[in-house]
Protein backbone atom coordinates (compact mmCIF):
# COMPACT_ATOMS: atom_id res chain seq x y z
CA UNK A 1 0.00 0.00 0.00
CA UNK A 2 1.22 3.22 -1.20
CA UNK A 3 1.11 5.99 1.47
CA UNK A 4 0.95 9.98 0.42
CA UNK A 5 1.05 12.95 2.36
CA UNK A 6 0.46 16.12 0.66
CA UNK A 7 0.90 19.22 2.41
CA UNK A 8 -0.22 18.22 6.03
CA UNK A 9 -0.20 20.82 8.84
CA UNK A 10 -0.96 20.09 12.40
CA UNK A 11 -1.41 22.74 15.71
CA UNK A 12 -2.04 21.60 19.16
CA UNK A 13 -3.83 25.38 20.16
CA UNK A 14 -1.30 27.95 18.85
CA UNK A 15 1.49 25.55 18.54
CA UNK A 16 2.51 24.09 15.27
CA UNK A 17 3.41 20.86 15.32
CA UNK A 18 3.36 20.38 11.53
CA UNK A 19 3.79 22.17 9.19
CA UNK A 20 3.47 21.76 5.99
CA UNK A 21 4.81 17.44 5.22
CA UNK A 22 4.63 16.50 2.13
CA UNK A 23 6.35 12.74 1.90
CA UNK A 24 5.46 9.23 -0.50
CA UNK A 25 6.03 6.33 1.03
CA UNK A 26 6.42 3.59 -1.55
CA UNK A 27 4.49 0.03 -1.16
CA UNK A 28 6.20 -2.50 0.69
CA UNK A 29 8.77 -0.20 2.02
CA UNK A 30 10.28 0.07 5.18
CA UNK A 31 10.12 3.95 6.17
CA UNK A 32 11.69 5.80 8.55
CA UNK A 33 10.58 8.71 10.41
CA UNK A 34 13.84 10.31 12.26
CA UNK A 35 13.84 13.41 14.55
CA UNK A 36 14.61 14.66 17.82
CA UNK A 37 12.34 14.30 20.70
CA UNK A 38 9.65 17.08 20.10
CA UNK A 39 10.13 17.18 16.19
CA UNK A 40 6.39 15.79 15.78
CA UNK A 41 6.92 12.33 14.96
CA UNK A 42 4.70 10.71 16.75
CA UNK A 43 2.07 12.80 15.93
CA UNK A 44 2.55 12.76 12.55
CA UNK A 45 2.76 8.94 13.26
CA UNK A 46 -0.65 9.09 14.83
CA UNK A 47 -2.27 11.33 11.87
CA UNK A 48 -1.50 8.59 9.21
CA UNK A 49 -3.26 5.93 12.03
CA UNK A 50 -6.67 8.75 12.13
CA UNK A 51 -5.89 9.48 15.79
CA UNK A 52 -5.76 12.79 15.13
CA UNK A 53 -7.28 14.62 11.74
CA UNK A 54 -4.89 17.37 10.10
CA UNK A 55 -5.67 21.14 10.00
CA UNK A 56 -4.77 21.20 6.19
CA UNK A 57 -3.19 18.81 3.57
CA UNK A 58 -4.43 15.31 2.93
CA UNK A 59 -3.01 11.61 3.51
CA UNK A 60 -3.90 8.97 0.98
CA UNK A 61 -3.81 5.20 1.14
CA UNK A 62 -3.34 3.93 -2.56
CA UNK A 63 -6.00 5.89 -4.27
CA UNK A 64 -8.26 6.58 -1.36
CA UNK A 65 -8.12 10.05 0.87
CA UNK A 66 -8.08 8.74 4.51
CA UNK A 67 -9.17 12.46 5.50
CA UNK A 68 -11.84 12.26 8.00
CA UNK A 69 -11.53 8.06 7.62
CA UNK A 70 -11.67 6.77 11.55
CA UNK A 71 -8.38 4.75 12.65
CA UNK A 72 -10.27 1.49 12.79
CA UNK A 73 -11.38 1.67 9.01
CA UNK A 74 -7.84 2.26 7.88
CA UNK A 75 -6.64 -1.11 8.17
CA UNK A 76 -3.53 -0.22 9.82
CA UNK A 77 -1.29 -1.88 12.87
CA UNK A 78 0.42 0.11 15.56
CA UNK A 79 3.02 -0.44 17.91
CA UNK A 80 3.64 1.25 20.50
CA UNK A 81 7.11 2.00 22.89
CA UNK A 82 5.25 0.30 25.71
CA UNK A 83 3.72 -2.68 24.30
CA UNK A 84 0.31 -1.68 25.56
CA UNK A 85 -1.01 -5.27 26.15
CA UNK A 86 -3.69 -6.44 28.13
CA UNK A 87 -2.45 -7.85 31.44
CA UNK A 88 -5.73 -10.48 32.17
CA UNK A 89 -5.59 -11.80 28.73
CA UNK A 90 -3.09 -14.35 28.00
CA UNK A 91 -0.99 -13.89 24.89
CA UNK A 92 -3.16 -15.59 22.40
CA UNK A 93 -6.23 -13.51 23.70
CA UNK A 94 -4.33 -10.48 23.36
CA UNK A 95 -3.19 -11.42 19.61
CA UNK A 96 -6.74 -12.30 18.85
CA UNK A 97 -8.21 -9.77 20.19
CA UNK A 98 -8.14 -7.48 16.93
CA UNK A 99 -9.67 -10.33 15.32
CA UNK A 100 -12.62 -10.84 17.99
CA UNK A 101 -13.54 -7.10 17.42
CA UNK A 102 -13.85 -7.57 13.54
CA UNK A 103 -15.81 -10.63 14.23
CA UNK A 104 -13.40 -12.80 12.37
CA UNK A 105 -14.86 -16.48 13.16
CA UNK A 106 -13.41 -18.72 16.06
CA UNK A 107 -11.59 -21.41 13.74
CA UNK A 108 -10.05 -18.73 11.72
CA UNK A 109 -9.19 -16.26 14.43
CA UNK A 110 -7.25 -19.37 16.11
CA UNK A 111 -5.40 -20.06 13.07
CA UNK A 112 -4.31 -16.53 12.34
CA UNK A 113 -3.26 -16.09 15.94
CA UNK A 114 -0.94 -19.01 15.75
CA UNK A 115 0.18 -17.86 12.08
CA UNK A 116 1.07 -14.09 13.89
CA UNK A 117 2.76 -15.93 16.44
CA UNK A 118 4.75 -18.00 14.53
CA UNK A 119 6.25 -15.35 12.50
CA UNK A 120 7.63 -13.39 15.92
CA UNK A 121 8.37 -16.94 16.76
CA UNK A 122 6.02 -16.88 19.97
CA UNK A 123 3.97 -19.96 18.88
CA UNK A 124 5.29 -22.06 22.55
CA UNK A 125 3.82 -18.62 24.87
CA UNK A 126 0.19 -18.60 23.60
CA UNK A 127 -0.78 -19.46 26.93
CA UNK A 128 1.23 -17.04 28.94
CA UNK A 129 0.38 -13.55 30.66
CA UNK A 130 2.06 -10.65 29.93
CA UNK A 131 3.56 -10.71 33.43
CA UNK A 132 5.58 -13.52 32.24
CA UNK A 133 7.00 -12.42 29.59
CA UNK A 134 10.29 -10.25 29.13
CA UNK A 135 10.14 -6.99 27.68
CA UNK A 136 11.40 -8.41 24.40
CA UNK A 137 9.04 -11.21 24.00
CA UNK A 138 6.28 -8.42 24.94
CA UNK A 139 7.35 -6.53 22.43
CA UNK A 140 7.09 -9.66 20.29
CA UNK A 141 3.56 -10.07 20.96
CA UNK A 142 2.35 -6.76 20.35
CA UNK A 143 4.01 -7.43 16.71
CA UNK A 144 1.58 -10.24 16.13
CA UNK A 145 -1.16 -8.28 17.48
CA UNK A 146 -0.27 -5.83 14.53
CA UNK A 147 0.47 -8.29 12.08
CA UNK A 148 -2.86 -10.75 12.85
CA UNK A 149 -5.05 -8.24 11.17
CA UNK A 150 -3.26 -8.43 8.21
CA UNK A 151 -2.76 -4.52 7.91
CA UNK A 152 -2.57 -2.24 4.87
CA UNK A 153 -0.04 -0.25 6.62
CA UNK A 154 2.29 -0.90 10.13
CA UNK A 155 3.15 1.96 12.02
CA UNK A 156 5.83 1.50 14.64
CA UNK A 157 6.59 3.96 17.38
CA UNK A 158 9.79 3.57 18.89
CA UNK A 159 9.12 0.26 19.49
CA UNK A 160 12.50 -1.01 20.78
CA UNK A 161 13.41 2.35 23.21
CA UNK A 162 12.56 0.10 26.49
CA UNK A 163 14.71 -2.69 26.13
CA UNK A 164 18.41 -3.19 27.05
CA UNK A 165 20.74 -2.54 24.46
CA UNK A 166 21.47 -6.23 23.43
CA UNK A 167 17.80 -6.65 23.07
CA UNK A 168 17.65 -3.99 20.61
CA UNK A 169 20.05 -5.48 18.44
CA UNK A 170 18.20 -8.86 18.71
CA UNK A 171 14.82 -7.21 17.59
CA UNK A 172 16.37 -4.81 15.31
CA UNK A 173 17.40 -7.95 13.14
CA UNK A 174 13.67 -9.39 14.02
CA UNK A 175 12.04 -6.37 12.57
CA UNK A 176 14.03 -6.59 9.04
CA UNK A 177 13.09 -10.99 8.73
CA UNK A 178 9.31 -10.00 9.72
CA UNK A 179 9.54 -6.69 6.96
CA UNK A 180 11.12 -8.90 4.60
CA UNK A 181 8.63 -12.18 5.39
CA UNK A 182 5.15 -10.07 5.22
CA UNK A 183 6.35 -6.82 2.91
CA UNK A 184 3.99 -4.57 4.33
CA UNK A 185 4.30 -0.82 3.75
CA UNK A 186 5.95 -0.13 7.07
CA UNK A 187 6.32 3.54 8.81
CA UNK A 188 8.63 3.36 11.78
CA UNK A 189 9.02 5.84 14.62
CA UNK A 190 12.64 6.54 16.05
CA UNK A 191 14.99 9.29 17.47
CA UNK A 192 17.66 6.58 17.31
CA UNK A 193 19.60 6.95 14.19
CA UNK A 194 21.43 3.92 14.01
CA UNK A 195 17.89 1.92 14.12
CA UNK A 196 16.90 4.16 11.33
CA UNK A 197 20.41 3.86 9.47
CA UNK A 198 20.26 -0.19 9.88
CA UNK A 199 16.84 -0.50 8.84
CA UNK A 200 15.38 1.28 6.62
CA UNK A 201 14.99 1.29 2.69
CA UNK A 202 14.29 4.96 3.30
CA UNK A 203 14.22 7.65 5.88
CA UNK A 204 12.86 11.02 6.32
CA UNK A 205 14.33 12.88 8.89
CA UNK A 206 11.96 15.44 10.95
CA UNK A 207 12.86 18.90 12.44
CA UNK A 208 10.72 21.28 13.95
CA UNK A 209 7.67 19.90 12.62
CA UNK A 210 9.03 20.11 8.55
CA UNK A 211 11.00 17.00 6.65
CA UNK A 212 14.77 18.52 5.86
CA UNK A 213 15.71 15.28 4.03
CA UNK A 214 14.68 12.27 2.66
CA UNK A 215 16.81 9.75 0.98
CA UNK A 216 17.83 6.09 1.73
CA UNK A 217 20.61 5.55 4.41
CA UNK A 218 23.73 5.46 2.93
CA UNK A 219 22.71 9.07 1.04
CA UNK A 220 21.74 10.62 3.66
CA UNK A 221 24.65 9.85 5.88
CA UNK A 222 27.29 10.89 2.91
CA UNK A 223 25.37 13.72 1.17
CA UNK A 224 23.63 15.59 4.30
CA UNK A 225 21.89 18.81 2.70
CA UNK A 226 21.58 20.40 6.32
CA UNK A 227 24.10 20.67 9.25
CA UNK A 228 21.22 19.90 11.44
CA UNK A 229 20.85 16.32 9.24
CA UNK A 230 24.83 15.95 9.46
CA UNK A 231 24.19 16.31 12.89
CA UNK A 232 21.76 14.38 14.06
CA UNK A 233 22.46 11.48 11.67
CA UNK A 234 26.44 10.94 12.91
CA UNK A 235 29.28 13.07 14.32
CA UNK A 236 31.11 15.48 11.76
CA UNK A 237 33.74 17.80 11.56
CA UNK A 238 33.04 21.11 10.39
CA UNK A 239 35.39 24.36 8.93
CA UNK A 240 34.44 26.94 7.25
CA UNK A 241 35.71 27.28 3.86
CA UNK A 242 35.42 29.43 0.73
CA UNK A 243 35.25 28.12 -2.90
CA UNK A 244 38.39 28.22 -5.19
CA UNK A 245 37.23 26.44 -7.51
CA UNK A 246 34.17 24.66 -8.48
CA UNK A 247 33.77 21.57 -10.92
CA UNK A 248 31.88 18.92 -11.66
CA UNK A 249 34.07 16.09 -10.39
CA UNK A 250 35.98 18.43 -8.32
CA UNK A 251 36.03 21.46 -6.17
CA UNK A 252 39.01 23.45 -4.12
CA UNK A 253 38.35 25.06 -0.49
CA UNK A 254 40.23 27.76 1.19
CA UNK A 255 40.03 26.75 4.90
CA UNK A 256 41.62 28.16 8.00
CA UNK A 257 44.04 25.20 8.03
CA UNK A 258 44.93 25.13 4.61
CA UNK A 259 43.68 24.01 1.16
CA UNK A 260 41.32 21.09 0.73
CA UNK A 261 40.59 19.38 -2.37
CA UNK A 262 36.94 17.62 -2.75
CA UNK A 263 34.38 16.57 -4.66
CA UNK A 264 32.07 18.01 -7.02
CA UNK A 265 30.87 21.27 -6.15
CA UNK A 266 27.22 20.34 -6.94
CA UNK A 267 25.40 24.13 -6.54
CA UNK A 268 27.90 25.76 -4.63
CA UNK A 269 30.02 28.36 -6.67
CA UNK A 270 33.46 29.89 -6.43
CA UNK A 271 33.52 32.18 -3.90
CA UNK A 272 30.76 30.86 -1.59
CA UNK A 273 31.66 30.84 2.11
CA UNK A 274 30.43 27.05 2.91
CA UNK A 275 30.73 24.39 5.64
CA UNK A 276 33.32 21.10 5.06
CA UNK A 277 31.83 18.45 6.72
CA UNK A 278 33.24 15.05 7.52
CA UNK A 279 32.46 12.17 9.41
CA UNK A 280 35.12 11.26 12.28
CA UNK A 281 35.79 7.83 10.46
CA UNK A 282 36.82 9.74 7.12
CA UNK A 283 39.79 10.71 9.15
CA UNK A 284 42.70 8.51 8.11
CA UNK A 285 45.58 8.50 10.62
CA UNK A 286 48.92 8.83 9.03
CA UNK A 287 50.28 11.47 6.55
CA UNK A 288 48.25 11.33 3.05
CA UNK A 289 48.71 12.75 -0.47
CA UNK A 290 45.44 15.16 -0.31
CA UNK A 291 43.88 16.98 2.67
CA UNK A 292 46.70 16.40 4.79
CA UNK A 293 46.55 18.33 7.87
CA UNK A 294 48.91 18.25 11.35
CA UNK A 295 47.17 18.04 14.23
CA UNK A 296 47.97 17.19 17.95
CA UNK A 297 46.45 14.46 20.19
CA UNK A 298 43.70 15.96 23.03
CA UNK A 299 42.45 12.98 24.14
CA UNK A 300 42.38 9.52 23.64
CA UNK A 301 39.18 7.05 24.48
CA UNK A 302 39.65 2.78 24.05
CA UNK A 303 36.40 1.36 22.97
CA UNK A 304 37.90 -2.15 22.39
CA UNK A 305 36.34 -2.37 18.51
CA UNK A 306 37.71 1.22 18.16
CA UNK A 307 39.68 4.20 19.08
CA UNK A 308 38.28 7.46 19.22
CA UNK A 309 40.80 10.57 18.95
CA UNK A 310 39.77 14.23 19.66
CA UNK A 311 42.69 16.02 17.87
CA UNK A 312 43.33 19.66 17.70
CA UNK A 313 44.11 21.86 14.64
CA UNK A 314 46.95 24.51 13.93
CA UNK A 315 44.40 27.23 14.67
CA UNK A 316 43.39 25.16 17.74
CA UNK A 317 39.77 23.77 15.85
CA UNK A 318 39.10 20.57 17.74
CA UNK A 319 39.07 17.81 15.63
CA UNK A 320 37.25 14.30 16.19
CA UNK A 321 38.66 10.69 14.60
CA UNK A 322 38.03 6.88 14.76
CA UNK A 323 40.21 4.23 14.22
CA UNK A 324 39.26 1.05 13.84
CA UNK A 325 41.12 -2.32 15.32
CA UNK A 326 43.22 0.10 16.74
CA UNK A 327 46.76 -1.60 17.72
CA UNK A 328 48.93 1.48 18.91
CA UNK A 329 49.10 3.60 21.88
CA UNK A 330 49.52 7.13 20.95
CA UNK A 331 49.65 9.93 24.06
CA UNK A 332 47.69 12.71 24.72
CA UNK A 333 49.86 15.92 23.44
CA UNK A 334 51.59 13.99 20.32
CA UNK A 335 52.03 15.08 17.11
CA UNK A 336 49.69 13.09 14.64
CA UNK A 337 49.22 13.76 11.05
CA UNK A 338 46.13 12.87 8.87
CA UNK A 339 44.39 13.22 5.98
CA UNK A 340 41.36 13.22 4.52
CA UNK A 341 39.79 11.64 0.95
CA UNK A 342 38.36 14.42 -1.19
CA UNK A 343 35.20 11.95 -1.71
CA UNK A 344 34.45 12.08 2.03
CA UNK A 345 34.04 15.68 2.69
CA UNK A 346 30.60 17.50 2.04
CA UNK A 347 30.10 21.14 0.97
CA UNK A 348 27.01 23.03 2.56
CA UNK A 349 25.79 26.84 2.46
CA UNK A 350 27.58 28.39 4.76
CA UNK A 351 23.86 30.27 5.25
CA UNK A 352 22.20 26.41 6.04
CA UNK A 353 22.30 25.55 9.34
P1 LIG B 1 9.19 12.25 21.13
O1 LIG B 1 10.31 11.55 20.46
O2 LIG B 1 9.61 12.98 22.38
O3 LIG B 1 7.95 11.44 21.31
P2 LIG B 1 8.00 13.48 18.80
O4 LIG B 1 8.91 13.93 17.71
O5 LIG B 1 7.29 12.21 18.59
O6 LIG B 1 8.80 13.47 20.15
P3 LIG B 1 5.43 14.64 19.16
O7 LIG B 1 5.03 13.67 20.24
O8 LIG B 1 4.82 14.47 17.84
O9 LIG B 1 7.00 14.67 19.01
O10 LIG B 1 5.17 16.10 19.71
C1 LIG B 1 5.46 17.25 18.98
C2 LIG B 1 5.06 18.47 19.77
O11 LIG B 1 3.65 18.52 19.92
C3 LIG B 1 5.63 18.52 21.16
O12 LIG B 1 5.99 19.85 21.43
C4 LIG B 1 4.48 18.09 22.04
O13 LIG B 1 4.56 18.69 23.31
C5 LIG B 1 3.29 18.59 21.28
N1 LIG B 1 2.10 17.72 21.45
C6 LIG B 1 2.03 16.42 21.11
N2 LIG B 1 0.80 15.91 21.36
C7 LIG B 1 0.07 16.93 21.88
C8 LIG B 1 -1.28 17.06 22.34
N3 LIG B 1 -2.13 16.04 22.30
N4 LIG B 1 -1.66 18.27 22.80
C9 LIG B 1 -0.82 19.32 22.83
N5 LIG B 1 0.46 19.26 22.41
C10 LIG B 1 0.92 18.09 21.95
Not at 194 to 205: G, H, P, T
Not at 214 to 236: K, L, M, Q
Not at 310 to 336: C, F, H, S, Y
Amino acid sequence: MKVTLRQVTKAFGATPVLRGISLEVAPHELFFLLGPSGCGKTTLLRLIAGFYQPDAGEVWFGDRCMNGVPPHRRNTGMVFQNYALWPHLTVAENVGYGLEVRRVPRAERAQRVAEALAIVQMQDYAERTPNQLSGGQQQRVALARALVIRPDVLLLDEPLSNLDARLRLEMREEIRRIHRQTRITTIYVTHDQKEALSLADRLAVLRDGQIEQVGDPRTVYRTPVTRFVADFIGETNWLPATVLEAGADRSRLQTPVGVFEAGPAGQRRVGEAVWLGFRPEAVRLGPGPVNALLTRIRSVTYLGEIEQYLLELADGTPLKAVEPNPDQIRPAGAPLPVHVRPGDLFLLPRQAN
